[in-house]
């Protein structure tokens, strides 16, 4: 296969990958490398991804972050872990923590309520003691602290 099929080959494959859902950079790359695609032409069409703004690793970690939180409901530690795994480096992930976290996003307490609050509605019927500690470590299985955990049960008295 010529260079330039390869390369047309690998677009392709990486503007299918990338219609299912927004990846990070290590995720295509590391989609590319599964399909054998040689590593100069993986090289050569992440670049082109660049340039048509269809790879933003500090974008991805902001969505694919609040994805999370809304989602699943993460805690700051349980976002960063996530994002770690997706291949998202350390400084787009502070940045996507700080943003989703800070001064305009939601604070982990009233994440951590959000989701306890749901959780405690599957649990009716359940005994105190035992949906207590299912609660925690639904909590804890998040990522939230044992201070977080601590108020969140103190305020909807657990």
């Known amino acids: 296969?010529?260079?330039?099929?390869?390369?047309?080959?690998?677009?392709?494959?990486a503007f299918r990958y990338l219609a299912v859902r927004p990846r990070s950079r290590s995720e295509l790359a590391g989609y590319l490398a599964k399909k054998e695609t040689p590593e100069e032409v993986i090289s050569e069409?992440?670049?082109a991804l660049d340039?048509?703004?269809y790879i933003?690793?500090?974008?991805?970690?902001?969505?694919?972050?609040?994805?999370?939180?809304?989602h699943k409901g993460l805690s700051r530690y349980g976002l960063r872990f996530e994002?770690?795994?997706?291949?998202?480096?350390?400084?787009?992930?502070?940045?996507?923590?700080?943003?989703?976290?800070?001064e305009d996003g939601e604070d982990e307490e009233s994440v951590a309520i959000r989701v306890s609050r749901k959780k405690a509605e599957s649990m009716k019927g359940?005994?105190?003691e035992k949906a207590r500690r299912r609660l925690i470590d639904y909590l804890r299985r998040r990522g939230f602290s044992f201070d977080i955990i601590s108020r969140?049960?103190?305020n909807l008295d657990y």
């Open 126 to 128: 359940i005994g105190r």
């Open 45 to 47: 069409t992440m670049s």
């Open 51 to 53: 340039g048509y703004g």
């Open 56 to 70: 933003d690793d500090r974008k991805f970690a902001i969505d694919y972050g609040r994805y999370l939180i809304q």
């Open 83 to 102: 994002l770690a795994r997706k291949g998202v480096s350390g400084a787009d992930i502070d940045n996507a923590a700080e943003v989703l976290f800070g």
């Open 1 to 13: 296969m010529t260079e330039e099929k390869a390369l047309a080959r690998a677009k392709s494959l």
């Open 152 to 154: 969140t049960l103190r």
